[in-house]
């Protein structure tokens, strides 16, 4: 079986590059229709779609869910003199190049959750290199080569773009999926300064802003009794530097908060983002271990996100939406007793090691159930921990338990 998928992943990857001149090619004067049964097509429609500026023309290529979207975003700003304007921030695209991950890696690069309810057997991650020209540069949205993955589902027959969202471009090269090429370079190096400091930063290395955490957020988060503290170890060889963020950039769609925010995307202060999360996920259990350990998972989900935004398209451009293709956010949800639970694990958070590197990883949670199971499955179970907080474990145990890929390749604990 390994052979005959192996093999499977070979023949998509040399289709992938047999394809790559056409594409790049018809990304800026290629017809508008896609071939449904290509996922290259697809992509190359959508860049196309760009180039044109046609907002239309551009969910034909998207999933249902992703359409409805795209049609309500339409709806609210027909006023604008051109919906396009506001529609696309990209207004030149072309595909560099691009690659199929293979099985063992596209899951955790494209951060694939349960909760999206896709059909892998039917899903294909691509990892793509994409010119971009913008009037107004942002996080991972610059004039020039820009990294994301892509990943496109089977949709009643046709290929369909679920998401562009942006990957952990050292996870890659790690991993030895990159593409080794100089522009890749240079997003890892905007992606370290992002990471260690908050700064954001071109393709020519000008700083365009930053969004690391102030004294005050910081000192907000840790007031309060604090919880067990874990003992840190790390390898001497290895770097690990992480700067909490200040803000998340949330796209609204529960009516509380579109009621207060408005509809589409809007910055939240990061703390106030998780106070008004972790009620939403972890709201039906109480023992103090199970939250702090659910406080860790919903904050560390987060803390990804803002620097590895899930949702990185139009009409979105968003770190993660508010409802369960990521996290439960609901506006003015926070009480006194999961934000005690918040602060008792502030200032602490996790990561893993990745070659000589301490990478930020996607903290997954699901429902699960009250038991024992999913050890080193990725999953942290919101109601296992539950069950173990009654067995007296910890919430450094639970997070060890589902996020340790191994006994030999355990997550790290890192004060900040």
């Not at 023309?57 to 869910?65: K, L, R, V």
């Amino acid at each position: 079986m390994f052979e005959i998928l192996f093999t499977q992943s070979i023949l998509r990857y040399l289709l992938v590059y047999t394809n790559l001149a056409s594409c790049s090619a018809n990304t800026t004067s290629g017809s508008s229709s896609a071939n449904p049964n290509d996922p290259i097509a697809t992509i190359s429609g959508m860049i196309q779609a760009i180039n044109n500026q046609d907002p239309n023309q551009y969910m034909t290529y998207f999933t249902n869910s992703n359409q409805e979207a795209m049609k309500g975003f339409l709806s609210i700003n027909t006023s604008n003199s051109s919906s396009a304007s506001t529609f696309f921030k990209e207004k030149q695209a072309k595909l560099i190049q691009i690659k199929e991950l293979p099985k063992d890696v596209d899951i955790i690069a494209a951060g694939i959750s349960p909760r999206e309810n896709l059909n892998m057997d039917n899903t294909r991650v691509y990892y793509a290199e994409l010119f971009f020209k913008v009037d107004n540069e942002g996080k991972w949205l610059y004039n020039g080569v820009n990294h994301r993955i892509i990943v496109v589902t089977d949709e009643d027959g046709n290929w369909k773009i679920v998401r562009l969202s942006v990957p952990s471009m050292e996870y890659l090269k790690d991993t030895g999926n990159g593409f080794n090429s100089k522009d890749e370079d240079t997003a890892i190096n905007i992606e370290k300064a992002l990471e260690t400091n908050g700064t954001v930063l071109n393709m020519k290395g000008a700083v365009i802003d930053n969004i690391a955490a102030t004294d005050k957020q910081l000192a907000e988060e840790k007031s309060g009794p604090k919880a067990i503290e874990p003992e840190i170890t790390m390898d001497l060889k290895a770097t690990d530097e992480h700067t909490r963020p200040s803000s998340i950039r949330v796209y609204m769609t529960y009516s509380v908060n579109t009621q207060h925010w408005g509809s589409g995307t809007h910055s939240v202060d990061f703390g106030t983002y998780v106070y008004n999360v972790l009620p939403n996920e972890w709201g039906t259990i109480t023992q103090t271990t199970a939250v702090q350990a659910g406080a860790i998972a919903c904050k560390m989900y987060g803390w990804y996100h803002v620097y590895h935004p899930k949702w990185n398209f139009s009409p979105y451009y968003a770190d993660v939406q508010d409802n369960t293709n990521d996290q439960v956010y609901k506006y003015n949800s926070a009480t006194n007793f999961y934000t005690q639970k918040i602060n008792s694990v502030g200032g602490i958070g996790v990561d893993i090691l990745s070659n000589s590197t301490y990478i930020l990883f996607e903290t997954h949670h699901i429902r699960g159930s009250y038991a024992s199971g999913g050890q080193y499955g990725g999953y942290m179970w919101q109601l296992g921990t539950s069950y173990w907080a009654d067995q007296g474990k910890g919430y450094t145990f639970m997070c060890h338990y589902y996020w340790d890929k191994s006994s030999s390749k355990p997550i790290h604990f890192f004060y900040y």
